[in-house]
């Protein structure tokens, strides 16, 4: 499978992995968006899939079995901290609020802890599956190039 | 000329020895008195105020100790009821504080409250000092009162272009505004003296002025109703009486962008919102509309001696001077209890206006209900908000069933 592939198939991990999380979310009574927008949010968790799937590739192409599986376990723990990171960044820029000291403490510091407490401890039944599921099926993907 | 190394004999020796012991003995006549207190927030200012207490004086010596929240002091007080480890000076919560004095459990101090100068005594915030008068004695004196006050995200409602609510129409309108895929509007932690707060705000009493129950009044009905449908539309956060840390959690992630809790709780909710500006305000309020004041009074207990129970009022008396007030005020965010306190406490209040805003309400708090039952009708008021904001219970049907259920606790 080429790297183009591999990425392609990591974007459409990251939508449906934010498909999943949205709906758990809602079937659980649980808010899990990061950005006043359902969109924004759909582009950060694919766009995070894309960036970390390009920084670890090589390592699950090429990399021993440690190295492999650590990529992976890094791949899942920094998922919530670049992903909410990146939809503070453009919801910052798309409301226009970079003047505001209390939105960027919003955006940068709450959105990066309210996505990890979700992941882990209110959505964790869906969100920690769903992380391992798609890292196995990237990790796995990539070793057959 | 007499010798002066010479060996004293025996007769002197002992004369000296008496002396000395005379001397020691004085040393020893201070009282020493056991203070059971509950401000963990406020540790290191009572720790502090009760060495400069035992440092100015030799009379008394207290020795305050922390016993714990209050639910977990008042377990610790009963077991130790009529044992040597019973305080003789203990912070008990409004709430457990009429239960206190109808079991008998505290000294009546008239006798000592009447050697109070007037103007001391008229310098208190009426509703406080009167809180401690009840059963026809003065067994409760006034110190760490609040009152509620609504806590907002600064940031959440620049953004959505909103005023403080000042009235509960308003409220509900900004919550709703508020309300988003990221955020609710409110958060609400079902405890019976929150609910207290939006009843008498609205106008209503929990308890009229014969002690009886008044739980299914309009006002009830209509706070009770606000909560259920806010609940319903997802513009509230509901949580038990005993889940405040995860409501208040939920805030200072941003997850609700009001809130309701005393004036007490502004260091830690300021200290850990530190994702957004956070401020204060009064609670919305109809016509006619009180809050109710929270806290505790210091009681006597039932098995102090005459020595110990005069000096308690000795170190209480302390307390209450405008200096130990604004430390205390200071120290912990409790209203001051005494006017005179309030002109030194004018540059704490314009450091920060978010601290003023009990002081918004000073004059429109009052006692909470003081009939001993009411420490049994809280936990009917708790569950009935269960019920309906997690249940499927209706307002009416709910407020209906804790009338009869507060009713049965009185007439028991």
Redesign the interface.
């Known amino acids: 499978m080429s790297r183009t592939t591999l990425l392609g198939v990591a974007a459409l991990i990251g939508a449906t992995g934010f498909a999943a999380v949205e709906t758990g979310g809602r079937m659980m009574g649980v808010?899990t968006?990061?950005?006043?927008s359902?969109w924004l949010d759909a582009a950060a968790f694919t766009l995070t899939a894309v960036l970390l799937t390009a920084l670890y590739a090589s390592a699950w192409e090429r990399g021993g079995g440690v190295r492999r599986i650590s990529a992976g376990v890094v791949y899942v723990a920094l998922f919530p901290f670049l992903a909410a990171l990146l939809a503070g960044l453009a919801e910052l820029t798309v409301?226009g609020?970079w003047g505001?000291?209390?939105?960027v403490?919003?955006a940068l510091?709450?959105g990066p802890?309210?996505l990890l407490?979700t992941f882990t401890i209110e959505l964790g039944v869906v969100a920690l599956p769903v992380g391992i599921l798609s890292v196995g099926v990237l990790m796995y993907l990539a070793r057959r190039r | 000329m007499p010798n002066p190394f010479r060996v004293p004999n025996v007769r002197t020796l002992t004369l000296s020895l008496c002396l000395l012991l005379g001397v020691s003995s004085q040393g020893f006549a201070q009282t020493e008195i056991t203070f059971w207190h509950s401000m963990d927030s406020a540790l290191e200012t009572v720790d502090a105020l009760v060495a400069r207490f035992n440092a100015s004086q030799d009379e008394v010596r207290v020795d305050a100790r922390f016993v714990g929240a209050y639910a977990e002091g008042q377990t610790r007080l009963l077991g130790a009821f009529g044992s040597p480890d019973e305080p003789v000076l203990f912070q008990a919560e409004i709430g457990f504080f009429p239960r206190l004095v109808a079991e008998g459990a505290t000294q009546d101090l008239r006798d000592l409250e009447r050697q109070l100068p007037a103007e001391l005594v008229e310098d208190f915030v009426p509703g406080l000092w009167a809180y401690g008068d009840i059963d026809g004695g003065r067994h409760g004196l006034p110190w760490g009162s609040s009152t509620p006050v609504m806590y907002w995200n600064v940031d959440a409602l620049r953004r959505a272009g909103l005023e403080p609510p000042t009235t509960w129409e308003e409220f509900e309108a900004t919550v709703d505004a508020l309300t988003s895929r990221q955020s609710q509007g409110v958060v609400f932690v079902g405890d019976s003296w929150l609910f207290e707060m939006m009843v008498l705000s609205l106008g209503g009493r929990l308890v009229d002025d014969d002690g009886v129950p008044t739980l299914d009044t309009p006002e009830a009905l209509q706070a009770l109703t606000l909560l259920d449908e806010l609940e319903a539309r997802g513009s509230l956060a509901f949580f038990g009486a005993s889940e405040s840390t995860p409501a208040i959690l939920g805030f200072v992630r941003t997850r609700s962008l009001m809130a309701f809790a005393s004036i007490a709780n502004w260091p830690d909710i300021r200290r850990f919102s530190v994702a957004f500006d956070v401020t204060a305000g009064p609670v919305p309020m109809a016509p006619g509309g009180v809050i109710p004041l929270g806290g505790a009074q210091l009681v006597v207990m039932k098995n102090a001696s005459d020595e110990e129970r005069e000096a308690a009022f000795t170190f209480w008396r302390w307390l209450m001077e405008p200096e130990q007030v604004t430390e205390w005020v200071e120290g912990s965010y409790y209203i001051p209890v005494r006017r005179a306190a309030v002109p030194l406490l004018e540059n704490f209040y314009a450091e920060d206006p978010g601290r003023a805003a009990a002081l918004e309400q000073y004059d429109m708090a009052i006692p909470r209900p003081r009939i001993p039952e009411f420490d049994a009708i809280r936990g009917i008021l708790d569950q009935m908000m269960e019920r309906v904001l997690r249940g499927r219970t209706s307002p009416g049907d709910a407020l209906a069933d804790a009338q009869a259920q507060a009713l049965a606790e009185v007439n028991r």
């Open positions: 808010r968006a990061m950005t006043s359902l409301l609020l505001f000291s209390g939105e403490r919003t510091i709450a802890l309210n407490a």
